[in-house]
């Protein structure tokens, strides 16, 4: 015991003088290492690693954006640096870049696991998600894990969804068999469930939120899951300090503002692409349409179009709101872009005059940039497109019609190709990346419909309905008129 208690004593002391001997080595040299988060600071610049998808990196017409990367940069500003962005190809690229130093933190939809936290550290959770099991509506439905077992079920390789899989087989279900691909995104799976390639899929329930309107025929058969926390992974072999600094951002009450403000942004406006019944169309073009029409043929004369079609993408873009401001910090009647607006010379976009000149010159200059070889109206369909989706995309869409084989001068054609620009296997070759590729089409076919409404209606000789009348003849419209979705 004695002894014990010396040998202790003697250990200690040579801890201490050890000890010492480091600090005045490191006094003397000054070599203490900067930490993660003071290295960061003195480059003035973070490396975020992310996947390019709906809900956390792409490419729209006012620039990139995403769920995931706006949060990120506002973790950069709250920091003092620049963001830098690192897109992988797949979640195990993800891991690997993180775990080779590469970026600072994934920011990418991840799932808190236990797996995961054996080498990564989450930031605080920022957002809650259910896992779920997709179906196609009319096919087999499966009420709970075991009949999983029944149908073809794929996943993502190194995901959550696949390591729930994992651990379902081992403790309740055995029989349990599925497929894994690196190289599927959501959107790829829910389109192999919706074509009839496969039988199910499971994915993240805000994943599911955002591509659904795209997939009419599926729906959720059961959550695989309870709620289940999405965070930020940071490499676990490097001190604390950068993911001890997230933590600090995500305690902050702008931060929680923030992390609302996104949710409303991103995930809030998910029926924006039903279309609005033409019942609630005709009682607009009533009430505003006759304070813009000026407008709206001043800038057709110029450009040589029809009022009309301004009118309708008006009426697509804002509902006719001068003071209409989309999630994406778009503004005003024709929701321009700051930056589109500033290269237009437009000085105020909520003044509904200039919003509609800048509306249509833009439309303009998007139809001579599609260039002479698409005709026309082709080409101001393509030109519409381009206004939704940005023209880096439409030309995306081009050359990839091309490639298989389409005709890139027909709208025919390329709105068949757009929608694949959310595939992984497609946006993958492209110059600009995954795109909402649905929503030019469904933007697109909006506008169309909403024409044919102004056009028919300027051609009715006028006529005074009764009050009953008017109604009928509105919902007569709206059969003629099927929902889009
Ligand atoms: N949340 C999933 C994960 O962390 C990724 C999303 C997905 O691939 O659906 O693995």
């Not at 040998?7 to 040299?29: D, E, H, N, P, Q």
């Not at 830098?84 to 799932?111: C, M, P, R, W, Y």
């Not at 439905?141 to 696949?162: E, F, M, W, Y």
Request: aromatic letters at 10%; hydrophobic letters at 40%; one cysteine or more.
């Amino acid at each position: 015991m004695k002894r014990e208690i010396i040998m202790i004593r003697g250990s200690t002391s040579l801890v201490v003088k050890s000890l010492i001997a480091v600090m005045c080595f490191l006094a003397l040299t000054g070599s203490v290492r900067p930490t993660d988060l003071e290295q960061t600071r003195m480059s003035g610049e973070i490396v975020m690693i992310t996947r390019n998808s709906p809900t956390t990196y792409y490419e729209d017409r006012s620039g990139v954006t995403g769920y995931e990367y706006e949060l990120a940069s506002a973790f950069a500003d709250y920091l003092g640096v620049d963001l830098k962005v690192e897109v992988a190809d797949n979640l195990s690229d993800i891991f690997t870049k993180l775990d080779k130093g590469q970026a600072a933190f994934a920011a990418a939809g991840l799932t808190v696991t236990d797996e995961r936290k054996r080498w990564a550290y989450f930031s605080e959770p920022y957002l809650k998600v259910s896992e779920q099991v997709i179906y196609r509506r009319g096919g087999m439905r499966p009420k709970q894990v075991i009949d999983l077992a029944n149908g073809q079920l794929v996943v993502s390789s190194d995901s959550s969804h696949s390591q729930r899989l994992l651990n379902l087989q081992s403790d309740e279900v055995p029989e349990l068999t599925w497929s894994e691909s690196p190289d599927l995104e959501v959107s790829d799976l829910l389109q192999m469930v919706s074509s009839g390639n496969i039988d199910f899929t499971i994915v993240d329930s805000n994943e599911f939120d955002v591509l659904k309107a795209y997939f009419p025929n599926l729906a959720v058969a059961f959550d695989l899951s309870e709620q289940q926390n999405i965070a930020w992974a940071f490499e676990l072999s490097r001190d604390s300090s950068l993911h001890d600094a997230a933590n600090e951002f995500f305690k902050q009450s702008e931060t929680r503002d923030k992390l609302a403000a996104l949710s409303e942004r991103f995930y809030g406006h998910l029926d924006q692409l039903n279309y609005v019944g033409a019942k609630r169309f005709l009682r607009q073009t009533e009430k505003k349409l006759d304070r813009y029409k000026g407008d709206f043929q001043k800038a057709a004369d110029k450009h040589e179009f029809d009022w009309r079609l301004l009118a309708a993408m008006g009426y697509q873009e804002s509902h006719w709101n001068p003071r209409a401001k989309s999630f994406t910090g778009v503004r005003g009647l024709m929701m321009l872009t700051r930056n589109t607006a500033k290269e237009l010379g437009i000085k105020n976009r909520l003044d509904a005059k200039q919003s509609i000149a800048g509306g249509g010159l833009y439309l303009s200059k998007l139809r001579k940039r599609i260039g002479a070889e698409v005709h026309e109206p082709d080409r101001t369909w393509m030109a519409l497109a381009a206004y939704n989706v940005g023209l880096g995309h439409l030309r995306d869409a081009r050359k990839l019609t091309k490639e298989m084989g389409g005709n890139p001068n027909l709208w025919l054609d390329v709105k068949d190709t757009l929608p694949l620009l959310s595939q992984k296997r497609y946006y993958r070759h492209t110059a600009h990346g995954y795109a909402r590729g649905h929503e030019p089409v469904t933007y697109v076919q909006n506008i169309r419909r909403y024409y044919d409404v102004l056009v028919w209606q300027d051609e009715q000789q006028p006529v005074f309905l009764e009050e009953e009348q008017q109604v009928m003849l509105s919902s007569s419209l709206m059969t003629v008129i099927p929902p889009l979705l």
